[in-house]
């Protein structure tokens, strides 16, 4: 059974920073390209982030680059999401994805999902 185990999230003020990680469970992670989403209440999920499973490529949605950084240690199946200078509007629940060495900022792409974890910035 394929888990992915988030951990991370909560409550930081503006301008603050904040690490979120996700550790696979039950696949061979090296092989994975790994995304992080989020989604705001009454808004749709959107892409943040996503690292190839070689790492040699990464993209950034426009509003997080040069905030936030996908990095990933294939020795411990975690990849991680840097996030400084938040902002307010950065305020959701965040979920890391998996799919097979490409990444992609369509959702549905991605087949192994995070329980998602709550980032709370406050003004």
């Known amino acids: 059974q394929v888990q992915l185990v988030e951990s991370g999230g909560g409550l930081v003020q503006a301008g603050g920073s904040l690490r979120l990680s996700c550790t696979v469970l039950?696949?061979?992670?090296?092989?994975?390209?790994m995304g992080w989403f989020r989604q705001a209440p009454g808004k749709e999920r959107e892409f943040v982030a996503a690292r190839n499973w070689s790492g040699s490529n990464t993209d950034y949605a426009d509003s997080v680059k040069g905030r936030f950084t996908i990095s990933r240690d294939n020795a411990k199946n975690t990849v991680y999401l840097q996030m400084n200078s938040l902002k307010p509007e950065d305020s959701a629940v965040y979920y890391c994805a998996a799919r097979v060495f490409s990444g992609s900022r369509n959702w549905d792409d991605y087949r192994y999902w995070g329980q998602g974890t709550q980032v709370t910035v406050s003004s």
């Open positions: 039950g696949r061979a992670f090296n092989t994975d390209a």
